[in-house]
Protein backbone atom coordinates (compact mmCIF):
# COMPACT_ATOMS: atom_id res chain seq x y z
CA UNK A 1 0.00 0.00 0.00
CA UNK A 2 1.20 3.34 -1.04
CA UNK A 3 1.65 6.23 1.08
CA UNK A 4 -0.84 8.04 -0.35
CA UNK A 5 -3.18 4.99 0.14
CA UNK A 6 -2.52 5.33 4.12
CA UNK A 7 -3.40 8.94 4.75
CA UNK A 8 -6.36 8.36 2.63
CA UNK A 9 -7.84 5.85 4.99
CA UNK A 10 -7.25 7.78 7.97
CA UNK A 11 -8.60 10.88 7.13
CA UNK A 12 -11.55 8.94 5.98
CA UNK A 13 -11.36 7.32 9.62
CA UNK A 14 -11.50 10.38 11.11
CA UNK A 15 -14.42 11.88 9.09
CA UNK A 16 -16.63 8.88 10.66
CA UNK A 17 -15.70 9.10 14.04
CA UNK A 18 -16.15 13.20 14.02
CA UNK A 19 -19.61 12.31 12.40
CA UNK A 20 -20.52 9.11 14.87
CA UNK A 21 -19.36 11.64 17.89
CA UNK A 22 -21.86 14.72 16.12
CA UNK A 23 -24.52 12.55 15.61
CA UNK A 24 -25.07 11.35 19.26
CA UNK A 25 -27.88 12.64 21.11
CA UNK A 26 -27.08 14.70 24.73
CA UNK A 27 -27.74 12.03 27.06
CA UNK A 28 -29.19 14.55 29.98
CA UNK A 29 -30.04 17.88 29.29
CA UNK A 30 -30.07 20.73 31.81
CA UNK A 31 -33.28 21.44 33.93
CA UNK A 32 -34.77 24.39 35.78
CA UNK A 33 -32.68 25.21 39.09
CA UNK A 34 -34.53 23.39 41.44
CA UNK A 35 -36.54 25.42 43.98
CA UNK A 36 -34.73 26.47 47.13
CA UNK A 37 -36.51 26.71 50.75
CA UNK A 38 -35.51 29.84 52.90
CA UNK A 39 -36.76 31.91 55.50
CA UNK A 40 -37.85 36.01 54.85
CA UNK A 41 -37.43 38.66 56.71
CA UNK A 42 -39.62 41.92 55.82
CA UNK A 43 -36.73 44.95 56.14
CA UNK A 44 -37.79 47.42 58.49
CA UNK A 45 -35.93 50.36 59.74
CA UNK A 46 -35.32 51.74 63.42
CA UNK A 47 -33.30 54.06 65.51
CA UNK A 48 -30.26 52.08 66.06
CA UNK A 49 -28.60 51.99 69.61
CA UNK A 50 -24.83 50.43 69.44
CA UNK A 51 -21.31 51.60 70.57
CA UNK A 52 -18.46 52.22 68.44
CA UNK A 53 -15.22 51.03 69.68
CA UNK A 54 -11.73 52.52 69.94
CA UNK A 55 -8.26 50.97 71.03
CA UNK A 56 -7.58 53.10 74.35
CA UNK A 57 -4.99 53.64 77.04
CA UNK A 58 -4.96 54.10 80.19
CA UNK A 59 -2.31 57.28 81.35
CA UNK A 60 -1.80 59.60 84.45
CA UNK A 61 -2.76 62.79 83.95
CA UNK A 62 0.56 63.93 85.67
CA UNK A 63 3.89 62.27 86.32
CA UNK A 64 7.03 62.71 87.13
CA UNK A 65 10.37 60.71 87.76
CA UNK A 66 12.63 61.70 91.09
CA UNK A 67 15.79 63.14 91.08
CA UNK A 68 18.21 64.18 93.84
CA UNK A 69 19.60 67.85 93.42
CA UNK A 70 22.40 66.66 95.53
CA UNK A 71 25.07 63.84 95.34
CA UNK A 72 25.70 61.45 98.28
CA UNK A 73 24.20 58.22 99.95
CA UNK A 74 20.77 56.98 100.96
CA UNK A 75 20.30 57.39 104.47
CA UNK A 76 16.63 56.82 104.86
CA UNK A 77 13.31 55.70 102.50
CA UNK A 78 10.10 56.74 103.96
CA UNK A 79 7.24 55.08 102.04
CA UNK A 80 6.02 51.30 100.68
CA UNK A 81 6.70 50.71 97.31
CA UNK A 82 3.55 51.69 95.30
CA UNK A 83 1.24 53.21 97.89
CA UNK A 84 -0.31 56.35 98.14
CA UNK A 85 1.56 59.58 98.76
CA UNK A 86 0.48 62.83 99.73
CA UNK A 87 1.79 66.43 98.45
CA UNK A 88 4.76 67.35 100.71
CA UNK A 89 5.38 63.76 102.28
CA UNK A 90 9.07 63.08 102.87
CA UNK A 91 10.00 60.24 100.75
CA UNK A 92 13.96 60.02 100.54
CA UNK A 93 16.97 61.59 103.01
CA UNK A 94 21.03 61.55 101.72
CA UNK A 95 23.54 61.67 104.03
CA UNK A 96 23.25 65.49 105.61
CA UNK A 97 26.82 65.57 107.47
CA UNK A 98 28.42 67.15 105.22
CA UNK A 99 25.91 69.54 104.27
CA UNK A 100 25.39 70.54 108.00
CA UNK A 101 28.86 71.26 108.34
CA UNK A 102 28.97 73.66 105.19
CA UNK A 103 26.02 75.04 106.05
CA UNK A 104 27.62 75.78 109.57
CA UNK A 105 30.54 77.34 108.34
CA UNK A 106 28.60 79.37 106.30
CA UNK A 107 26.68 80.93 109.09
CA UNK A 108 29.81 81.75 111.40
CA UNK A 109 31.67 83.21 108.64
CA UNK A 110 28.30 85.65 107.67
CA UNK A 111 29.05 86.37 111.64
CA UNK A 112 32.00 87.39 111.52
CA UNK A 113 31.38 89.23 107.99
CA UNK A 114 28.80 91.18 110.34
CA UNK A 115 31.10 92.06 113.04
CA UNK A 116 33.98 93.74 110.70
CA UNK A 117 30.61 95.62 109.18
CA UNK A 118 30.12 96.78 112.49
CA UNK A 119 33.54 97.97 113.29
CA UNK A 120 33.33 99.62 109.97
CA UNK A 121 30.43 101.27 110.74
CA UNK A 122 31.92 103.01 114.20
CA UNK A 123 35.66 103.92 112.33
CA UNK A 124 33.08 105.44 109.51
CA UNK A 125 31.22 107.74 112.63
CA UNK A 126 34.08 108.49 114.43
CA UNK A 127 35.33 109.72 111.21
CA UNK A 128 33.07 111.45 110.21
CA UNK A 129 32.95 113.49 113.50
CA UNK A 130 36.41 114.48 113.59
CA UNK A 131 36.37 115.48 109.84
CA UNK A 132 33.64 118.15 111.04
CA UNK A 133 35.75 119.70 113.90
CA UNK A 134 38.91 119.64 110.91
CA UNK A 135 40.52 117.19 113.17
CA UNK A 136 41.05 114.75 110.76
CA UNK A 137 42.49 114.02 106.86
CA UNK A 138 40.15 114.01 104.50
CA UNK A 139 41.40 111.16 102.90
CA UNK A 140 40.94 109.01 105.95
CA UNK A 141 37.36 109.66 106.02
CA UNK A 142 37.23 108.73 102.37
CA UNK A 143 39.16 105.46 103.42
CA UNK A 144 36.58 105.00 106.43
CA UNK A 145 33.49 105.24 103.99
CA UNK A 146 35.16 102.84 101.44
CA UNK A 147 36.17 100.21 104.10
CA UNK A 148 32.06 100.51 105.37
CA UNK A 149 30.93 99.65 101.50
CA UNK A 150 33.23 97.02 101.45
CA UNK A 151 31.76 95.50 104.57
CA UNK A 152 28.30 95.40 103.80
CA UNK A 153 29.30 94.20 100.25
CA UNK A 154 30.47 91.18 102.48
CA UNK A 155 27.73 90.75 104.60
CA UNK A 156 25.80 90.59 101.54
CA UNK A 157 28.11 87.41 99.88
CA UNK A 158 27.90 86.01 103.13
CA UNK A 159 24.19 85.52 103.38
CA UNK A 160 23.85 84.83 99.65
CA UNK A 161 26.26 81.90 100.89
CA UNK A 162 24.01 81.11 103.60
CA UNK A 163 21.01 80.72 101.46
CA UNK A 164 22.80 78.49 98.66
CA UNK A 165 23.97 76.15 101.28
CA UNK A 166 20.64 76.10 103.20
CA UNK A 167 18.80 74.87 99.91
CA UNK A 168 21.88 72.31 99.60
CA UNK A 169 20.38 71.05 102.80
CA UNK A 170 17.45 71.26 102.21
CA UNK A 171 17.59 69.16 99.04
CA UNK A 172 18.97 66.72 101.18
CA UNK A 173 15.20 65.28 101.48
CA UNK A 174 13.21 64.18 98.76
CA UNK A 175 9.41 64.94 99.26
CA UNK A 176 6.08 63.92 97.10
CA UNK A 177 5.74 66.79 94.53
CA UNK A 178 1.65 66.02 94.46
CA UNK A 179 -0.98 63.38 95.41
CA UNK A 180 -0.66 60.32 93.50
CA UNK A 181 1.12 56.86 93.78
CA UNK A 182 4.76 56.00 93.92
CA UNK A 183 6.10 53.15 92.30
CA UNK A 184 8.88 50.73 93.41
CA UNK A 185 12.31 52.37 94.99
CA UNK A 186 15.34 52.11 92.07
CA UNK A 187 17.57 52.97 95.18
CA UNK A 188 18.07 51.48 98.31
CA UNK A 189 19.05 52.73 101.43
CA UNK A 190 23.02 53.23 101.43
CA UNK A 191 22.68 53.47 97.57
CA UNK A 192 25.02 56.44 96.33
CA UNK A 193 23.30 58.60 94.14
CA UNK A 194 24.86 61.63 91.43
CA UNK A 195 23.01 65.05 91.39
CA UNK A 196 20.56 65.34 88.47
CA UNK A 197 20.79 61.89 87.62
CA UNK A 198 19.95 59.06 89.43
CA UNK A 199 16.13 58.28 89.20
CA UNK A 200 14.94 57.38 92.51
CA UNK A 201 11.43 56.64 91.62
CA UNK A 202 8.36 57.38 90.04
CA UNK A 203 5.07 59.07 91.13
CA UNK A 204 1.79 59.29 89.06
CA UNK A 205 -1.46 60.96 90.47
CA UNK A 206 -3.96 58.26 90.34
CA UNK A 207 -7.43 59.99 90.34
CA UNK A 208 -9.22 60.96 88.39
CA UNK A 209 -7.30 58.96 85.46
CA UNK A 210 -6.91 59.65 81.66
CA UNK A 211 -7.40 57.77 78.70
CA UNK A 212 -6.09 58.83 75.53
CA UNK A 213 -7.89 57.20 71.73
CA UNK A 214 -7.02 58.69 68.21
CA UNK A 215 -10.25 58.94 66.43
CA UNK A 216 -10.73 59.86 62.86
CA UNK A 217 -10.64 63.88 61.78
CA UNK A 218 -14.15 63.01 60.85
CA UNK A 219 -15.36 62.66 64.21
CA UNK A 220 -14.28 66.03 65.85
CA UNK A 221 -17.71 68.06 65.35
CA UNK A 222 -19.68 64.86 66.88
CA UNK A 223 -16.74 64.46 69.98
CA UNK A 224 -16.61 68.48 70.18
CA UNK A 225 -20.59 68.20 71.04
CA UNK A 226 -20.21 65.42 73.42
CA UNK A 227 -17.57 68.04 75.43
CA UNK A 228 -20.16 70.23 75.37
CA UNK A 229 -22.94 68.63 76.83
CA UNK A 230 -20.54 67.49 79.33
CA UNK A 231 -21.36 64.35 81.41
CA UNK A 232 -24.72 63.85 83.03
CA UNK A 233 -25.88 61.11 86.15
CA UNK A 234 -25.23 57.25 85.37
CA UNK A 235 -24.17 58.60 81.73
CA UNK A 236 -23.38 55.70 79.98
CA UNK A 237 -21.75 57.60 76.52
CA UNK A 238 -18.38 56.68 77.31
CA UNK A 239 -17.08 52.77 78.72
CA UNK A 240 -13.65 51.12 78.92
CA UNK A 241 -13.61 47.55 78.45
CA UNK A 242 -10.72 45.49 79.34
CA UNK A 243 -11.20 41.76 77.92
CA UNK A 244 -14.54 40.40 78.63
CA UNK A 245 -14.86 43.16 81.64
CA UNK A 246 -16.45 46.58 81.59
CA UNK A 247 -15.04 48.97 84.01
CA UNK A 248 -18.39 50.42 85.78
CA UNK A 249 -17.33 53.80 85.76
CA UNK A 250 -18.75 56.01 83.20
CA UNK A 251 -16.23 59.15 81.49
CA UNK A 252 -15.95 62.80 79.88
CA UNK A 253 -14.25 64.01 77.40
CA UNK A 254 -11.32 66.26 79.06
CA UNK A 255 -9.38 67.80 75.95
CA UNK A 256 -9.64 67.39 72.34
CA UNK A 257 -5.59 67.95 70.93
CA UNK A 258 -4.94 70.84 69.13
CA UNK A 259 -4.60 70.02 65.36
CA UNK A 260 -5.27 66.69 63.43
CA UNK A 261 -1.90 64.16 63.02
CA UNK A 262 -1.80 64.79 59.43
CA UNK A 263 0.32 61.73 58.50
CA UNK A 264 -2.60 59.34 59.91
CA UNK A 265 -5.87 61.73 59.45
CA UNK A 266 -6.87 61.44 62.98
CA UNK A 267 -6.51 63.39 66.62
CA UNK A 268 -5.91 62.55 70.05
CA UNK A 269 -8.47 62.77 72.45
CA UNK A 270 -8.25 62.54 76.36
CA UNK A 271 -11.37 61.15 78.62
CA UNK A 272 -11.57 61.51 82.76
CA UNK A 273 -12.48 58.58 84.57
CA UNK A 274 -12.81 58.60 88.50
CA UNK A 275 -10.61 55.97 89.96
CA UNK A 276 -11.88 56.15 93.73
CA UNK A 277 -11.07 51.88 93.83
CA UNK A 278 -7.71 52.17 92.35
CA UNK A 279 -8.25 49.80 89.79
CA UNK A 280 -6.96 51.52 86.52
CA UNK A 281 -3.35 51.89 86.58
CA UNK A 282 -1.15 53.90 83.88
CA UNK A 283 -0.47 51.64 80.93
CA UNK A 284 -3.18 49.79 80.50
CA UNK A 285 -4.63 48.98 77.52
CA UNK A 286 -8.13 48.56 76.79
CA UNK A 287 -11.24 49.72 74.28
CA UNK A 288 -12.99 52.66 74.54
CA UNK A 289 -16.78 51.96 73.91
CA UNK A 290 -18.83 55.16 72.81
CA UNK A 291 -22.58 55.16 72.62
CA UNK A 292 -23.35 56.18 69.20
CA UNK A 293 -27.21 56.70 69.39
CA UNK A 294 -28.24 59.58 67.19
CA UNK A 295 -31.78 59.27 66.52
CA UNK A 296 -31.10 58.71 62.79
CA UNK A 297 -33.26 56.05 61.35
CA UNK A 298 -31.39 53.12 59.95
CA UNK A 299 -31.69 49.85 58.39
CA UNK A 300 -31.01 47.31 60.50
CA UNK A 301 -30.83 43.16 59.39
CA UNK A 302 -29.50 39.65 60.45
CA UNK A 303 -26.39 38.99 59.64
CA UNK A 304 -26.84 35.65 58.68
CA UNK A 305 -28.54 37.23 55.88
CA UNK A 306 -25.33 38.42 54.33
CA UNK A 307 -23.05 36.81 51.53
CA UNK A 308 -19.54 38.29 51.09
CA UNK A 309 -17.70 37.66 47.48
CA UNK A 310 -14.36 39.07 47.02
CA UNK A 311 -14.71 42.18 49.98
CA UNK A 312 -17.96 42.81 48.58
CA UNK A 313 -21.44 42.19 50.21
CA UNK A 314 -24.59 40.89 48.85
CA UNK A 315 -28.20 40.22 49.92
CA UNK A 316 -30.80 38.24 48.03
CA UNK A 317 -34.20 40.28 47.63
CA UNK A 318 -37.42 38.16 47.05
CA UNK A 319 -39.51 39.80 44.37
CA UNK A 320 -43.06 39.20 44.25
CA UNK A 321 -42.68 36.04 41.68
CA UNK A 322 -40.86 34.68 44.78
CA UNK A 323 -37.66 35.03 42.54
CA UNK A 324 -34.49 36.44 44.58
CA UNK A 325 -32.37 39.24 43.03
CA UNK A 326 -28.51 39.66 44.20
CA UNK A 327 -28.12 43.27 45.36
CA UNK A 328 -24.80 44.35 46.46
CA UNK A 329 -25.15 46.22 50.11
CA UNK A 330 -23.05 48.97 52.21
CA UNK A 331 -22.68 47.40 56.02
CA UNK A 332 -22.19 49.60 59.00
CA UNK A 333 -21.80 48.56 62.16
CA UNK A 334 -22.93 45.06 63.88
CA UNK A 335 -24.69 44.89 66.51
CA UNK A 336 -25.13 41.15 68.14
CA UNK A 337 -26.18 39.09 65.70
CA UNK A 338 -27.93 41.72 63.57
CA UNK A 339 -25.96 44.19 61.40
CA UNK A 340 -26.86 48.09 59.92
CA UNK A 341 -27.26 48.58 56.48
CA UNK A 342 -25.58 52.01 55.49
CA UNK A 343 -26.79 51.65 51.59
CA UNK A 344 -28.40 48.88 49.32
CA UNK A 345 -31.78 48.36 51.42
CA UNK A 346 -35.19 49.73 51.82
CA UNK A 347 -37.90 49.09 54.57
CA UNK A 348 -40.18 46.99 53.42
CA UNK A 349 -38.64 44.99 51.00
CA UNK A 350 -37.92 41.18 51.71
CA UNK A 351 -34.97 39.59 51.85
CA UNK A 352 -34.01 35.89 52.29
CA UNK A 353 -32.31 35.33 55.59
CA UNK A 354 -32.16 31.30 55.84
CA UNK A 355 -30.60 28.92 53.19
CA UNK A 356 -28.57 31.97 51.01
CA UNK A 357 -26.12 29.79 51.17
CA UNK A 358 -27.68 27.95 48.31
CA UNK A 359 -29.21 30.71 46.12
CA UNK A 360 -27.97 32.20 42.79
CA UNK A 361 -29.50 35.43 40.96
CA UNK A 362 -33.02 35.15 39.49
CA UNK A 363 -33.56 31.30 41.54
CA UNK A 364 -36.98 30.62 42.49
CA UNK A 365 -37.52 30.05 46.45
CA UNK A 366 -40.46 28.54 48.50
CA UNK A 367 -40.91 30.20 52.52
CA UNK A 368 -40.75 28.32 55.38
CA UNK A 369 -42.68 30.06 57.62
CA UNK A 370 -42.03 27.33 60.50
CA UNK A 371 -38.52 28.29 60.82
CA UNK A 372 -37.34 31.85 62.32
CA UNK A 373 -35.68 34.23 60.46
CA UNK A 374 -33.99 35.49 63.54
Not at 19 to 42: D, E, K, L, M
Not at 122 to 135: I, Q, S, V
Amino acid sequence: MSLKQIIHCFLSAGVVVFASCGSTPQQQQQGPPPVATVTAQTVTTNAAVYYDDYPATVTAFNQTDLRSQVSGFVTGIYFKDGEHVKKGQKLYTFDQQQFQANYQQAVANLQVQQTNLLKAQKDADRYHELDKKDAIAKQQVDYADAALEAAKKQVDAAEANVRAVQTAVNYSAVYAPFDGTIGISQVKVGSPVNAGQTILNTVSSDNPMAVDVAVDQSQIFRFTKLQQEGMKEKDSSFRLQFGGEVYPVGGKISLIDRAVDPQTGTIKMRLEFANDKGELKAGMSGILRVLNNSGVQSVVIPYKAITEQLGEFFVYVINDSSKVTQRRVVVGKQIGTNVIIKNGLSGGERIAVQGVQNLREGAAVKIDTALHAN
